[in-house]
């Protein structure tokens, strides 16, 4: 079992940076593969980036790579989503999920375990 709590939304500028945090609870974060989904209103939620529980293997969708870096450090049990370069539809409420296997998939249903979302809002 673990629980998330995400932090760092706010409402920003395009081209603007920002930096999300996702902390998790449990002694074993680092088998956990986690990853960042984001749903903007009247959308579908969406797959952002995802990595392994090693640290070693990231992910990100098309739309965000070079602009986006998925992070994590074990010890802290924390994941980062740096976003940079923002741009307004990027807007959206940011979620991070855990997936009980060391290897991030693309699907929300493979991810077991969810936190309460942080809203990301960025204007033109």
């Known amino acids: 079992q673990v629980q998330l709590v995400e932090s760092g939304g706010g409402l920003v500028q395009a081209g603007d940076s920002l930096r999300l945090s996702c902390a998790a609870s449990?002694?074993?974060?680092?088998?956990?593969?986690m990853a960042w989904f984001r749903q903007a209103p009247g959308k579908e939620r969406d797959f952002v980036a995802g990595i392994s529980g090693s640290g070693r293997n990231t992910i990100h969708e098309e739309s965000v790579r070079g602009r986006f870096t998925i992070s994590r450090d074990n010890a802290k049990n924390t994941v980062y989503l740096q976003m940079n370069n923002l741009r307004p539809e990027d807007t959206a409420v940011y979620y991070c999920?855990?997936?009980?296997?060391?290897?991030?998939?693309?699907?929300?249903?493979?991810?077991?375990?969810w936190g309460q979302g942080t809203q990301v809002t960025v204007s033109s």
């Open positions: 449990g002694r074993t974060f680092s088998t956990y593969a």
């Open positions: 999920a855990a997936r009980d296997s060391g290897w991030p998939g693309r699907r929300d249903d493979e991810y077991g375990y």
